[in-house]
């Protein structure tokens, strides 16, 4: 029994902020997000995907994994296959994060379709234009 649960450990730990499978193989999207959003920063960008990886307990190096028409909800698919919804835990950290960070109130711009450049797209027009 045991060695069952120190297997379980150690396998939990390997895994832990592993990208599901179709994104392990992806080389950097940044420029995806360039032409998608020529005028914001990489700064801007690197820093919404940041958010986005911390709250989804993925690793900051495999941000620029994530393409712009990527769907919150076929990620989160694609994270836990075996479960009939998405772990609400992760959303929540989301939700509260795009709130605190960039102003943006997830629930208000909701929908089964909405795709991470969607999302940036709304943060973009959130923010002052001075940053």
């Known amino acids: 029994m045991a060695i069952l649960v120190l297997l379980a450990v150690a396998w939990s730990a390997l895994t832990f902020g592993q990208l599901p499978n179709p994104l392990l193989t992806r080389t950097s999207q940044g420029r995806s997000w360039r032409r998608a ?4 920063s990489n700064r801007q960008i690197r820093e919404f995907l940041s958010v986005f990886t ?3 307990d993925f690793r900051d190096v495999d941000m620029l994994k994530f393409r712009p028409d990527d769907q919150l909800i076929g990620i989160c698919r694609a994270l ?3 479960k ?6 992760e959303f929540d950290t989301f939700a509260r994060d795009l709130r605190t960070r960039f102003g943006v109130v997830l629930e208000d711009i909701w929908d089964e379709g909405l795709t991470l ?8 027009q959130a923010r002052p234009a001075s940053r």
């Open 80 to 82: 836990h296959p075996s």
């Open 84 to 89: 009939w919804a998405a772990d609400a835990a």
């Open 54 to 56: 911390s709250a989804f």
């Open 117 to 124: 450049g969607a999302l940036f797209s709304h943060i973009q």
């Open 37 to 40: 959003f020529p005028r914001a």
